[in-house]
């Protein structure tokens, strides 16, 4: 996208963010300074893309916050199977260019916890997805539009949102969020800290909210 239309689109971005009803939004982080020191030029635009993406959907219902949102990090993001399991920040993953699968569903959480989506509707699944023959650790973010209703699927190998009943390649194992975890596909959640029992998930929301992430973490 060219550089003129990327400003042209932010302007544009920042009136919908300052506008009435939308106070959440006075809560987005500004990662633009930062992906440009940290990553370059072209890690700007894609966090330009990134607010505009953000400013044009405020208004719109949460089925299509989360198309766009899914759609936004599987096209600007190369999958790429990491042999150290470090999980990226969404400034991370948007500054790089490429994630794995955990950094997908890390960045779509936080953004739609931006976006006004409900942190408790979110959760990131530990699942083990049947490819090839064969079981591997996978995790994708569900949506439930209630806490007993069949969620919503948002992945990076299968880019259609589709219900939890028709991915019957997954293989849920446990899911957690900013503030619970669960076991398998059970509705009640159990007493442990997320933060506390997934150290990788500690280490990443302390960089999520030095970054200036404040909702959902």
Known sequence: ????????????????LLAPGNLWSMQIPNLETQASTRYGSLAVQTVLRWESMIGTYAGANVEQKLVAVNDFFNQNVVYQWETEDYWSTPLETMGKGVGDCEDYAIAKYATLTLMGVPPSSLRLVYVKAKRGGLNQAHMVLAW??????????????????????????????????????WVGTGVQATNQRPTAKLSRWGQVV?????EGFTKGF
């Open 144 to 181: 439930y539009k209630t806490p007993s209703a069949i969620p919503l699927i948002l992945d990076n190998l299968d880019h259609v949102i589709r219900p939890a009943n028709e991915r019957g390649d997954l293989q849920p194992v446990f899911s957690f969020n900013g503030e619970q975890l």
């Open 1 to 16: 996208m060219h550089i003129i239309t990327l400003i042209v689109a932010l302007l544009f971005t920042q009136l919908l």
């Open 206 to 210: 302390e960089k999520i909210r030095q």
